[in-house]
């Protein structure tokens, strides 16, 4: 679905209230049926006004948890319950509801922007090496690369051994 603004939603609005089928206005600005039903009852409900929102609006725990328990205790609809509160979309309070089943019943706020740099772990500076260091841990180095490389050429001289074997047997 692509992102509207307000003048066509505004625009939707009106021309469903004209009797033009949910249908063709599906088709016309690539929403769905269900969708633009929200979107006439959401401005029925509401005004105009709840569709001026500028940024994403954040909405409190306290207030989270009222629509969550007005669902599964008051055992009232989804839909009815968005509407009701003005909620944009009825897959907010879905997605509010699923994470309240998944954290075990808890309402977990998310986290936004950056975490703090105190939290962060420094980074670890790494100490100038002196050449006695330096060369013990190439000498290191070396040696496990050249024990590496005789382990391979055994091992592939097994191998081959092996292949013939099985050539032999044939």
């Excluded at 009815?80 to 075990?104: C, F, P, Q, R």
């Excluded at 977990?108 to 100490?127: L, Y």
Aim: proline share 2%; hydrophobic share 30%; net charge positive.
């Amino acid at each position: 679905m692509t992102k509207l603004s307000y003048e066509e939603k505004i625009e939707i609005y009106n021309k469903r209230k004209e009797g033009e089928t949910l249908k063709t206005l599906q088709s016309k600005y690539g929403m769905t049926k269900h969708n633009i039903q929200y979107l006439v009852w959401l401005i029925d409900k509401h005004g105009f006004d709840i569709l001026r929102t500028t940024k994403n609006k954040e909405y409190p725990k306290q207030f989270k948890e009222e629509a969550i328990n007005r669902v599964l205790i008051d055992n009232e609809p989804i839909q009815t319950v968005a509407i009701d509160i003005g909620l944009l979309s009825d897959g907010m309070l879905h997605n509010w509801i699923k994470k309240y089943k998944e954290n075990g019943y808890n309402i977990v706020e998310r986290k936004r922007g950056r975490s703090p740099t105190i939290m962060k772990k420094p980074k670890e500076v790494k100490k100038e090496e002196t050449k006695d260091e330096k060369i013990k841990r190439l000498e290191e180095q070396v040696q496990y690369l050249s024990a590496e490389l005789e382990y391979s050429k055994k091992l592939r001289a097994v191998v081959q051994a092996r292949k013939n074997q099985q050539q032999k047997k044939k």
